[in-house]
């Protein structure tokens, strides 16, 4: 991979990684992925880091996977358990971005399709430009989805509305995303970065352990009983 596909900075505590291929849509290839993985990984063990924004360069966010690049390195004889368990592999980003402490932030302009919206999905935040489009994407090019995609947005939109979404992959633009609760915000296209620096330098500057268990009981919520749940917020709340 070429460093230049995927760049990175920090500045008043926060990291913002950015998919740097805008003639592709910021479509990812392999490579890219095991990037983005090791760069969210050393955001979220770095001190000096608070907050985490991932953006796309260009007009769109990630159109997904980059399909020419990854048929191309496919071996066709290997068993199906061997090629699901190397995607898997690439897929544990996702539940990186969603489980590290430290807050993140997908910067949406334009299209967040397929994979990428997948990625958007996992993280806590997303703020959307006026022009974005959230797409499953998967159905149009003969996939069932990956990065996940159905488990970040039944979780978004609930079960029946995911189920339409992902059966016929029809766009979502900005305003019905935000209605639906798949974006938290919506801002006009030319103060995307300047509102979601602003909510990513917020958060940075916040009490970073809280929002780690903040983010852990949240998490936690989605899939444990009250029980549990309230044996978490007692055993954070008094740490």
Same mark, same amino acid.
């Given at each position: 991979?070429?460093?230049?596909?995927?760049?990175?900075?920090?500045?008043?505590?926060?990291?913002?990684?950015?998919?740097?291929?805008?003639?592709?849509?910021?479509?990812?290839?392999?490579?890219?992925?095991?990037?983005?993985?090791?760069?969210?990984?050393?955001?979220?063990?770095?001190?000096?880091?608070?907050?985490?924004?991932?953006?796309?360069?260009?007009?769109?966010?990630?159109?997904? $996977?980059? /399909?020419?690049?990854?048929?191309?390195?496919?071996?066709? %004889? !290997?068993?199906?358990?061997?090629? #699901? +368990?190397? @995607?898997?592999?690439?897929?544990?980003?996702?539940?990186?971005?969603?489980?590290?402490?430290?807050?993140?932030?997908?910067?949406?302009?334009?299209?967040?399709?397929?994979?990428?919206?997948?990625?958007?999905?996992?993280?806590?935040?997303?703020?959307?430009?006026?022009?974005?489009?959230?797409?499953?994407?998967?159905?149009?090019?003969?996939?069932?989805?990956?990065?996940?995609?159905?488990?970040?947005?039944?979780?978004?939109?609930?079960?029946?509305?995911?189920?339409?979404?992902?059966?016929?992959?029809?766009?979502?633009?900005?305003?019905?995303?935000?209605?639906? $609760?798949? /974006?938290?915000?919506?801002?006009?296209?030319?103060?995307? %970065? !300047?509102?979601?620096?602003?909510? #990513? +330098?917020? @958060?940075?500057?916040?009490?970073?352990?809280?929002?780690?268990?903040?983010?852990?009981?949240?998490?936690?919520?989605?899939?444990?009983?009250?029980?549990?749940?309230?044996?978490?917020?007692?055993?954070?709340?008094?740490?």
């Amino acid at each position: 991979m070429s460093e230049e596909h995927l760049l990175d900075h920090v500045e008043e505590k926060v990291a913002t990684i950015t998919l740097n291929r805008p003639d592709a849509l910021n479509a990812v290839t392999r490579e890219m992925l095991k990037g983005l993985y090791e760069k969210v990984e050393r955001f979220a063990e770095d001190p000096d880091v608070g907050a985490i924004v991932l953006a796309g360069a260009g007009r769109a966010f990630c159109s997904g $996977g980059d /399909v020419k690049s990854m048929a191309s390195g496919k071996n066709e %004889e !290997e068993p199906l358990d061997v090629r #699901a +368990k190397t @995607l898997r592999a690439r897929m544990e980003v996702s539940r990186l971005i969603h489980e590290i402490p430290k807050p993140t932030i997908a910067m949406v302009r334009g299209a967040a399709a397929g994979a990428g919206m997948s990625i958007a999905l996992a993280c806590d935040l997303r703020i959307a430009s006026e022009n974005a489009r959230i797409i499953t994407a998967f159905a149009k090019v003969g996939l069932s989805g990956d990065f996940g995609g159905s488990w970040f947005l039944t979780q978004l939109v609930g079960p029946a509305k995911a189920r339409e979404l992902y059966l016929l992959a029809d766009a979502v633009e900005a305003e019905e995303a935000l209605a639906l $609760g798949i /974006v938290n915000r919506v801002v006009p296209d030319g103060k995307l %970065e !300047e509102e979601t620096t602003a909510m #990513a +330098k917020r @958060l940075a500057h916040g009490p970073s352990v809280t929002l780690g268990y903040m983010k852990k009981n949240l998490n936690a919520a989605i899939s444990q009983p009250l029980a549990q749940c309230l044996d978490l917020e007692a055993m954070h709340h008094a740490s």
